[in-house]
T-cell receptor, first 109, second 116 residues
Framework: RKEVEQDPGPFNVPEGATVAFNCTYS??????FFWYRQDCRKEPKLLMS???SGNEDGRFTAQLNRASQYISLLIRDSKLSDSATYLC??????????FGKGTSLLVTP | DADVTQTPRNRITKTGKRIMLECSQT?????MYWYRQDPGLGLRLIYY???????NKGEISDGYSVSRQAQAKFSLSLESAIPNQTALYFC???????????????FGPGTRLLVL
C-alpha cells in the first residue's frame, strides 16, 4: 500500500468553482503535512503546510484529520492560474517527504 | 538568480555511460536531497544528506551514488546508466526545524535525463 494516496483526477472545473482534493496516509506516526503545487514540467513548490487545527491562506484551506489519517485541500473561487498538479506530502520527521502521485486540476474559462 | 540550480537541464546518454548531475544552492541550507519523478509514480527519494559528512540512502538508491562536496553542492552519479533511469531528476534543499518539523523543501528546476 502506497504511504500517501490521492485521486489522480483530472478535476475539470469552471472558473469561480470550489474544488476539494483529498489525500490519505498510512503511517499514523506521521508528523508533518503539506500541499505542494507542481506546474507542468516544473519543480514542485510549497503551497501550504497543514496544521492540526486547519489553516487558510487566501482562497486555499487545508484540513488535517489525524484520527482518519486524511488531509484535504479546498480551493475557492478557482482561477485559470490554479491549473496544476497538487501533491499531498507527508513526513515522519520533517525531512524525508513522502509524496502522493498528485491530483491534476484544470480550470476552464 | 535561482536559489537552487541544477546542471545539466537536459541530458541524453547511452546505456552503460557514466553521468553526473550537479546541484548547487545559495540558500545556506544544510540538508539536500535527490529525487526522481516518473509519470504515474510521483516523486521518489534517491539519497539525502544532512550535512557534508552525512549521506543516507533513500527509497530507490540502487544504481546511484552521491557526493556532497560542500554545504552548497550535492552531486548525483549514475555509474552505468540504464534505460529505466530515464526520468526527471530534482534536487532539493531544506533547513532543519526541530521545533515543529515543518521543513519546507525548495526544489531545483530539474534535469531531464534520457538513457538510450
Amino acid at each position: 500500500r502506497k504511504e500517501v494516496e490521492q485521486d489522480p483526477g483530472p478535476f475539470n472545473v469552471p472558473e469561480g468553482a470550489t474544488v476539494a482534493f483529498n489525500c490519505t496516509y498510512s503511517n499514523s506516526a506521521s508528523q508533518s503535512f503539506f500541499w505542494y503545487r507542481q506546474d507542468c514540467r516544473k519543480e514542485p513548490k510549497l503551497l501550504m503546510s497543514v496544521y492540526s487545527s486547519g489553516n487558510e491562506d487566501g482562497r486555499f484551506t487545508a484540513q488535517l484529520n489525524r484520527a482518519s489519517q486524511y488531509i484535504s485541500l479546498l480551493i475557492r473561487d478557482s482561477k485559470l492560474s490554479d491549473s496544476a498538479t497538487y501533491l499531498c506530502v507527508v513526513s515522519l520527521a520533517g525531512y524525508a517527504l513522502n509524496f502522493g502521485k498528485g491530483t491534476s486540476l484544470l480550470v476552464t474559462p | 538568480d535561482a536559489d537552487v540550480t541544477q546542471t545539466p537541464r537536459n541530458r541524453i546518454t547511452k546505456t552503460g555511460k557514466r553521468i553526473m548531475l550537479e546541484c548547487s544552492q545559495t540558500k545556506g541550507h544544510d540538508r539536500m536531497y535527490w529525487y526522481r519523478q516518473d509519470p504515474g509514480l510521483g516523486l521518489r527519494l534517491i539519497y539525502y544528506s544532512f550535512d557534508v559528512k552525512d549521506i543516507n540512502k533513500g527509497e530507490i538508491s540502487d544504481g546511484y551514488s552521491v557526493s556532497r562536496q560542500a554545504q552548497a553542492k550535492f552531486s548525483l552519479s549514475l555509474e552505468s546508466a540504464i534505460p529505466n533511469q530515464t526520468a526527471l531528476y530534482f534536487c532539493a534543499t531544506s533547513e532543519a526545524r526541530s521545533q515543529d518539523f515543518q521543513e519546507t523543501q525548495y526544489f531545483g528546476p530539474g534535469t531531464r535525463l534520457l538513457v538510450l
